[in-house]
């Protein structure tokens, strides 16, 4: 199974990038899918969750600004990221949840990096 992320990029303060997470292989029943990020010196944290039944959360920094959203035929996983602002620099992560024959799994994606010029 793999995660392929793309879409970061350099962008001003106040514009707009819309990140992709393709899966390939037999990545089995997916639960959820999201999406990450780290800033330099910090941790990972949450930016938003999407469940197979489409039930969302976003953190809070993010609300009304990021839409997340997913692709059940595809097993893509989107996240439009509007108004963004430089704290929002950091490496984007995908990351899927799998639970198959009684098994829960997590895959991530490598990270693309999202720089947001002040």
């Known amino acids: 199974v793999q995660l392929q992320a793309s879409g970061g990029g350099l962008v001003q303060t106040g514009g707009s990038l819309r990140l992709s997470c393709a899966t390939s292989?037999?990545?089995?029943?997916?639960?959820?899918m999201g999406w990450y990020r780290q800033a330099p010196g910090k941790q990972r944290e949450l930016v938003a969750r999407?469940?197979?039944?489409?039930?969302?959360n976003y953190a809070d920094f993010v609300k009304g600004r990021f839409t997340i959203s997913m692709d059940n035929v595809k097993n893509t996983v989107y996240l439009q990221m509007n108004s963004l602002k430089p704290e929002d620099t950091a490496v984007y992560y995908c990351?899927?949840?799998?639970?198959?024959?009684?098994?829960?799994?997590?895959?991530w994606g490598q990270g693309t990096q999202v720089t947001v010029s002040s």
């Open positions: 292989g037999s990545i089995g029943s997916i639960t959820s």
């Open positions: 990351n899927v949840q799998t639970y198959t024959r009684l098994v829960r799994s997590d895959y």
């Open positions: 999407i469940t197979s039944r489409e039930i969302i």
